[in-house]
C-alpha cells in the first residue's frame, strides 16, 4: 500500500494432483502369423483402430467463473458409445466431471463452472472392434478484481454515469479485492483524467501494490490538486509466472470528480 498523487491537469498521479485417467495403449503394429513354406505370412491379426475423439468450445480463455459449454465429439464406433471426461483444475485435485453415452450424433454436452485453468480430458474405453482414444483441452480462466472507492462524501448521476464526489482535502481510497485468493501477487491502479477535446486520456498505471492474506489491497490518493476535474480509477490484477491458475484480470472504472 502506498500514498498517490492526483493532480489538475495532468495524469491521476500449485501443483495439480493426481488422478487415474486410464491410460490409452500405443496401437499395436500387425502380428505376424506361421510362415508358409515359401516364407510368406500365413495369418495375421490387424491392430484395432482408435475412433476420433474431440472436446470442442466457444474458446480457450473466459473471464472469471464463466458458464463454458464443453462439446465431446465421438467418431463411429463397433458398440461403446460411452466416454467418460475428467476435469483438472491448477491447485485443485482432479476428479471424474461426467461420464455417459454419446447422443445420435456422437455428442456429449455438458457446463462448467471455470474459475481457474482447467484442463479437460475425454476418454474412450474402446470396444471389440475399436481401439481406446483419450483426447484433453485446456481452459484458461481470468481473475476477478472487484473495485470499490473510500473517502467521497456524495454520489451524483451524470449523463448516464454515476460519479463519486470527494473534497480535495480529503484523501481517495482504492479498495480492491481479487478472487481466488492471490495473496502476495501485484495489483496496479490505473487513472485516466477527462478532457473535453478527447475524451478519456492521460491514461497511468502506477506501481504494483501486492495483495494481504484476504487478497485485498488499499490504497491511498492524494486529492489536494485535483480540484475542477473528472477522472476515473480501477484496479489490474497482473498475474506472475506462479500463478498459473488464472490470468490478469482489470476491474471495472470506477468515475469521480473532485470539488473543493
Known sequence: MRSRNIALGCALAGMLGFIAVPPVPARAGRLAGAMGPAGAISAATAAKAAPALSIGTGATAYGYSS?????????????????????????????????????????????????RTTTFTAVFGGDARDAPARASRTLYAAAHVANGLGGYYKKIRARGITYYVFRSSRMLILHATVAPNKRGECLKPETEQWDTGSGWDDHTSYGCDFLDGHSHDRAPFNLAQAAGDRYRIRAVYVHSARDRANLSAVGPWLYLMVVR
Open 67 to 115: 458458464r463454458v459449454r464443453l462439446s465431446v465429439s465421438l467418431g463411429r464406433t463397433y458398440a461403446n458409445r460411452r466416454v467418460s471426461v475428467y476435469a483438472a483444475p491448477v491447485g485443485l485435485r482432479p476428479w471424474l466431471w461426467r461420464t455417459g453415452r454419446v447422443s445420435a450424433a456422437g455428442q456429449l454436452r455438458a457446463y462448467f463452472r471455470l474459475t
